[in-house]
């Protein structure tokens, strides 16, 4: 009798055998950076439960991750302004590539692929021209850098992709920085946030600006839902007031903005960490670390349904219902309606995204 060893054999020797897919690095439905109590900084696979199903070491802290849409393959990127961003093969733990910005250039902590997998598009600052710019890097030459394209916009934070499509949408949030000062925010009285869509050679196919009593509000991060819907989620660089932490978008479309009552609103302070719609696509979050708040709107009426506490939360995504959280206490919660269904804690402090495999 033919034995699976001898089966796949046959089959990678004619080239027939499947690619790996993420059930081969245990079907994690998260993926979450973290520091831990040793000072090491970790890549960890989430299931749907909030379990570990890998960890696998990162260099230094890292902020968000792209996972690849087919492979089992995770890119991690450092926090801004980082330079460096690391490709892991998720099955093994082994780095298959380590990608460095061009000189004058640092990462903001996202990136995108192509709905085929074969292109990675990450946020980068030009810092000397102050201009934001999107890297184009090729998987199948092993992440070779290829191209690179203006992004629309000054400080280009997080990049995703229309579900189905390969138009991208890119946050960007008006703020111009230089590492010579840190992470210093150098152009406040004049910042222009705006919210860019393009196709995957950069060319602009929409771009939404916010009105001129909100050029101070800083367009961060970003979630999309399978119709094209787009949720933004800001933060306020203005000082005094309180202004709209959440917005929704479709291409040439006006933006509708959402807030909470004063109360609830004012609890946020003018912070929104992370954005997501729901598994059931009918409801989405925002999250505040500094008033350590979920707040949750219902997609069709536009109204605020809930706000619910959890201590420095920041990272959101689509659960196995409903939402998953993440909290800087290593906390992870599942909530379903407007209430935590389950929680458990990891000896980890999670750090700002948690990012929902698609593939």
């Known amino acids: 009798m033919t034995t699976r060893r001898h089966f796949l054999a046959g089959m990678l020797a004619t080239g027939l055998a499947p690619a790996p897919s993420w059930a081969d690095a245990g079907s994690p439905m998260h993926l979450a950076a973290a520091k831990m109590p040793s000072g090491d900084y970790r890549l960890f696979g989430l299931s749907q439960t909030g379990a570990a199903v890998f960890s696998l070491p990162l260099p230094d802290r890292g902020h968000a991750a792209a996972a690849h849409p087919h492979r089992p393959e995770a890119v991690a990127f450092?926090?801004?302004?980082?330079?460096?961003?690391?490709?892991?093969?998720?099955?093994?733990?082994?780095?298959?590539?380590?990608?460095?910005?061009?000189?004058?250039?640092?990462?903001?902590?996202?990136?995108?692929?192509?709905?085929?997998?074969?292109?990675?598009?990450?946020?980068?600052?030009?810092?000397?021209?102050?201009?934001?710019?999107?890297?184009v890097w090729d998987r199948t030459a092993g992440y070779t850098r290829v191209g690179e394209f203006a992004s629309g916009g000054v400080g280009p934070h997080e990049i995703t992709r229309l579900p189905g499509t390969d138009t991208l949408v890119i946050a960007n949030g008006g703020i111009e920085t230089h590492p010579d000062a840190g992470r210093a925010k150098l152009n406040i009285p004049t910042m222009r946030p705006n919210l860019t869509y393009t196709?995957?050679?950069?060319?602009?196919?929409?771009?939404?600006?916010?009105?001129?009593?909100?050029?101070?509000?800083?367009?961060?991060?970003?979630?999309?839902?399978?119709?094209?819907?787009?949720?933004?989620?800001?933060?306020?660089?203005?000082?005094?007031?309180?202004?709209?932490?959440l917005g929704l978008h479709r291409m040439s479309q006006a933006p509708v903005l959402l807030q909470a009552d004063k109360g609830s609103?004012?609890?946020?302070?003018?912070?929104?960490?992370?954005?997501?719609?729901?598994?059931?696509?009918?409801?989405?979050?925002?999250?505040?670390?500094?008033?350590?708040?979920?707040?949750?709107?219902?997609?069709?009426?536009?109204?605020?349904?809930?706000?619910?506490?959890?201590?420095?939360?920041?990272?959101?995504?689509?659960?196995?219902?409903?939402?998953?959280?993440?909290?800087?206490?290593?906390?992870?919660?599942?909530?379903?309606?407007?209430?935590?269904?389950?929680?458990?804690?990891?000896?980890?402090?999670?750090?700002?995204?948690?990012?929902?495999?698609?593939?």
């Open 78 to 135: 450092a926090r801004r302004p980082g330079t460096f961003a690391i490709v892991i093969d998720c099955r093994s733990g082994t780095e298959i590539a380590t990608l460095s910005t061009p000189q004058g250039r640092h990462f903001y902590g996202h990136g995108a692929f192509s709905a085929d997998g074969r292109l990675l598009f990450t946020t980068e600052n030009d810092f000397d021209a102050g201009e934001g710019r999107i890297g």
């Open 265 to 359: 609103h004012q609890r946020m302070q003018g912070y929104a960490g992370s954005v997501a719609f729901s598994s059931e696509a009918d409801r989405v979050a925002i999250t505040s670390p500094r008033g350590g708040l979920i707040q949750v709107f219902d997609c069709a009426t536009n109204t605020h349904v809930a706000t619910i506490a959890e201590e420095d939360v920041c990272g959101v995504s689509a659960g196995p219902t409903g939402f998953t959280t993440t909290a800087g206490n290593g906390t992870i919660s599942h909530l379903s309606g407007v209430s935590p269904t389950a929680t458990t804690r990891h000896d980890a402090q999670w750090d700002n995204h948690l990012v929902r495999i698609t593939g």
């Open 199 to 245: 196709d995957l050679n950069g060319h602009v196919l929409d771009q939404l600006e916010l009105p001129e009593n909100l050029h101070k509000n800083s367009i961060r991060h970003l979630a999309v839902r399978d119709d094209g819907l787009t949720a933004f989620a800001m933060q306020w660089q203005g000082g005094a007031g309180d202004p709209p932490l």
